[in-house]
């Protein structure tokens, strides 16, 4: 389940069951949305982008939805393994030259 | 391609010196960000360029400067290092603005 830890949300899933990473973003303007994957000790690593003429998309088990109505961006993650264990940003691009990162949500996989 | 390359990898400063921490590009991209994060927390703004010459502040400028005189390199300068600085400072860059952007593996500044 979900809770807070000191700084970041944590999401802890047993291994093999499927993950889902929540974000919400905070302008209606955005209009391409990305998903970080960020392990310890390295740089933020892309995982998955969506624009907002679209709804879903997928890739190799990960899938992102995205609900414009409610602002909210989910990171999906089917069959977590070890090594997806990271902390998980969203980051939304508002028609600007820069992006707004997300807070992050650490997932934890374990066996 | 490398990449985004950034050196040092660590270091630790007394208060009151100065360092210039590199970025370094060979992706041909135009715009080039630096951001910081403290332990535990998200990535936070300090400075970002969308083409050689052009730099504009970001979140949390103050204590830093920058320059972009090639389209390649983008240092972030510190020039009088205090213990807030403390951080690990990365830097991006990304073709244009309506593309992810590619992260260098970091630096780790401890000011002591």
């Known amino acids: 389940g979900e809770s807070v830890g000191l700084h970041l949300p944590t999401l802890s899933v047993q291994e093999g069951d499927n993950s889902i990473i929540n974000c919400a973003y905070s302008?209606?303007?955005?209009?391409?949305f990305i998903w970080y994957k960020q392990e310890s000790g390295k740089g933020p690593q892309f995982i998955i982008d969506i624009r907002s003429n679209m709804d879903k998309r997928q890739g190799q088990r990960v899938t992102v939805l995205l609900n414009k109505t409610v602002k909210h961006l989910s990171l999906q993650i089917a069959a977590t393994q070890p090594g997806d264990s990271a902390v998980y940003f969203c980051?939304?691009?508002?028609?600007?030259?820069?992006?707004?990162f997300g807070t992050g949500t650490r997932l934890q996989v374990f066996p | 391609n490398a990449g985004v390359t950034q050196t040092p990898k660590f270091r630790i400063l007394k208060i009151g010196q100065s360092m210039t921490l590199q970025c370094t590009q060979d992706?041909?991209?135009?715009?080039m960000y630096w951001y910081r994060q403290d332990p535990g927390m998200g990535l936070k703004l300090i400075y970002y360029s969308v083409g050689a010459g052009i730099t504009d502040k970001g979140e949390v400028p103050n204590g830093y400067n920058v320059s972009r005189s090639t389209t390649e390199d983008f240092p972030l300068r510190l020039e009088l290092a205090a213990p807030s600085q403390t951080s690990v400072y990365f830097c991006a860059s990304v073709r244009d603005s309506s593309g992810e952007q590619f992260f260098g593996p970091g630096t780790r500044l401890t000011v002591l």
């Open positions: 992706m041909n991209h135009n715009y």
């Open positions: 302008n209606s303007a955005s209009d391409y």
């Open positions: 980051a939304e691009n508002p028609h600007t030259d820069k992006l707004i």
